[in-house]
């Protein structure tokens, strides 16, 4: 009942909302390409992530282009669950900032002035909840997106994202109901599925639902953690194809550096590319690389010609971003970023982290509303990013400089003296790293590069499809640049033992291998037992080593960094992995020598499943 009463309060608030926006500025509701040309037909999109597109981020990524082109970027909300959304203020105020508090004046989300063109995302299964969810923000956004893409585990608890693949009209349903009462468009983002056909249905049918824009994202829904695997872009230049050439079309997956967006767009003939890991990892990779020798401070270019932005100069971006605009004050006064060839008395300074056991040692203790009132402040979606944007934006450098990591790890919600102190970390060893890079000629670059990816460079394997080292040869640079993170491919991790496969997929592959060993059997005539003993041996094999292969069904987690406070989320964490390869114990007594050494080689089991990762 008090849900009820909540949604109905909502609701009413939406609705009053609505019309008084309405009643200021009422302008014509467009539709598909004419609303795409409308909000200047962005090329470059940050991609909606739960808990990490939130507004701070979305400005930083804009921040590496020329003002007079920060427009051109189009930014998504994080993901939002439409039901808890209309039913929590708290759940809004924490995750939605278009106002300041307690007052109409604008603020953060979806500014006119700073954050447009911005799409707010949302997950939902009940028409008339997303539409409530939906006119709550209209007024302060370009479009309403709708999650049909999310895999997680806690999407598939909760009904939503890709697990609503299999409910076309429920899909069907959502977007109409948005289409024909909203004032705004909406939009949504798809996966594929398993054949170019079921595909091209399931577009058609968003769009004949009421579409403006359609995301694909080229993986299937079971393409997550080990075996994400590389989108697939063929799938999405077959939907250009065959979809009316009005469909306005944007894609997603496989953009891992600047240059992998012209790439994209050329293969798929969308209108726009969608980066969300590529652009955790290094926020300006919507920016061209300055030519070779304009860069400014913050751009490193090496001996070899290659470069990127500095992580001190993102990190430095990010915290002044926080302190002007979600704080409202000026940043603190900074140094010129290092270059070899300045002055490095600073770097005798003595850095010391904020000693939050003891700092608020003889303060008078503050009233308990006043602390729930920072505390209520703190937990908002800027703040509750700030911890893992910056693990995964030095995922490279904490690597190697641990005091960082661990500091980082300690950093408490909305810190900022401890977030300052732990920038100064970083800026002095990345001085470090320049003035170590200068004085050995780039030898010290040479000496951090990892062995498994030098030698797979010098075997040919950056040649092979199934292989990730091409992208790690392309993609790295030295510990201070920013870079991506780069996964090992479906075959390389079950290879490897870092994955498993699900029961089911066990027992098909098994099933197959048997079958196929059966016919191959008879096709030889072999004698009748030892052709049992070899499928025994084969299927003791696929059922070994696939067993050591196994993570990905049940690699479904949701993380959350909060500090302090609640927040009013469901949170899935359903890990298991099992990353112990084992021993492979087989009776292959009446075999012979070539059933031996196929049975005790994996390789036929993974070239079976090549075409289905």
């Known amino acids: 009942m008090a849900a009820d009463a909540a949604t109905q309060q909502a609701a009413a608030a939406a609705a009053t909302v609505t019309a008084t926006a309405t009643a200021a500025v009422k302008k014509p509701k467009l539709h598909g390409r004419a609303f795409y040309e409308s909000i200047g037909s962005p090329k470059y999109i940050v991609a909606p992530m739960v808990d990490q597109s939130e507004f701070a981020w979305r400005m930083l990524s804009r921040s590496f282009l020329p003002e007079s082109q920060r427009s051109s970027v189009l930014a998504y909300s994080p993901m939002l669950h439409a039901r808890i959304f209309i039913e929590s203020k708290k759940y809004r105020d924490q995750h939605f900032q278009p106002t300041k508090p307690d007052s109409d004046a604008l603020f953060l989300d979806g500014n006119p002035a700073i954050d447009r063109p911005f799409f707010v995302q949302f997950c939902a299964n009940d028409p008339q909840a997303l539409l409530n969810a939906a006119r709550i923000v209209a007024p302060h956004c370009d479009a309403v997106d709708l999650n049909l893409g999310c895999p997680q585990g806690i999407a598939r608890k909760g009904h939503y994202g890709s697990f609503l693949q299999e409910d076309q009209d429920l899909i069907h349903r959502l977007i109409k109901t948005l289409h024909e009462n909203l004032d705004i468009p909406v939009t ?33 829904r079971e393409q997550k953690g080990h075996l994400t695997g590389l989108a697939d872009w063929q799938m999405i230049r077959y939907l250009r194809d065959n979809l009316p050439p ?32 590529g652009n955790l990892s290094n926020p300006g990779i919507f920016a061209a690389p300055p030519p070779p020798g304009q860069e400014p401070r913050g751009y490193w270019r090496g001996r070899d010609g290659r470069g ?23 940043p603190p006064p900074r140094r010129p970023l290092f270059v070899p060839g ?46 893992p944007h910056l693990f995964y934006l030095l995922r490279h450098f904490v690597s190697r400089h641990h005091d960082v990591r661990d500091a980082l790890a300690r950093a408490r919600l909305g810190d900022m003296e401890t977030y300052e102190a732990i920038y100064r970390m970083v800026e002095k060893k990345v001085a470090e790293g320049l003035l170590e890079y200068e004085r050995t000629g780039g030898k010290s670059v040479e000496e951090d590069e990892p062995p498994p990816a030098a030698a797979a460079a010098e075997a040919g394997e950056d040649d092979d499809p199934e292989s990730s080292a091409r992208a790690v040869r392309e993609c790295k640079r030295p510990w201070w640049v920013v870079q991506p993170v780069i996964r090992p491919l479906p ?18 592959v098994a099933a197959e291998m048997e079958e196929e060993q059966k016919k191959e059997n008879a096709a030889n005539k072999r004698p009748k037992d030892a ?19 196994a993570a990905t069904q049940s690699l479904e987690k949701t993380t959350s960094y909060p500090a302090r406070g609640d927040i009013d989320l469901d949170i899935d964490l359903d890990l298991d992995l ?18 031996r050494r196929r049975a005790a080689n994996p390789a036929s089991l993974l070239e079976r499943l090549g075409d289905r990762l």
């Not at 054949?195 to 249905?201: D, F, S, V, Y």
């Open 188 to 220: 949504a983002k798809i996966r594929i599925l398993d054949t170019k056909e079921a595909t091209l249905k399931y577009a058609q049918n968003v769009l004949s639902a009421g579409a403006s824009i359609l995301t694909v994202h080229g993986r299937r």
């Open 246 to 277: 009005e469909t306005v079309l944007f894609a997603n997956g496989n953009i891992l550096q600047h240059e992998d967006l012209e790439k994209c767009l050329a293969a798929t003939g969308a209108d726009g590319v969608m980066s969300a890991e």
């Open 308 to 330: 990127g932005w500095r992580v001190d100069e993102v990190f430095r971006r990010y915290l002044d971003i926080i302190h002007k605009y979600v704080l409202g004050v000026s």
């Open 342 to 387: 300045d002055d490095t008395a600073w770097m005798e300074e003595e850095i010391l982290l904020p000693n939050r056991g003891g700092r608020d040692q003889g303060k008078p203790k503050k009233r308990r509303g006043d602390a729930a009132e920072e505390n209520a402040a703190l937990m908002t979606a800027n703040f509750i990013g700030m911890q």
């Open 491 to 508: 075959k390389e991790a079950l290879a490897r033992g870092a994955v498993q496969l699900s029961k089911k997929e066990r027992k098909r």
């Open 531 to 549: 052709a049992a003993a070899a499928d025994g041996a084969q299927a003791a094999v696929a059922e070994s080593v696939a067993a050591t292969a």
């Open 578 to 595: 099992d990353l112990d390869m084992g021993d492979l114990d087989l009776d292959l007594e009446g075999v012979g020598d070539a059933e």
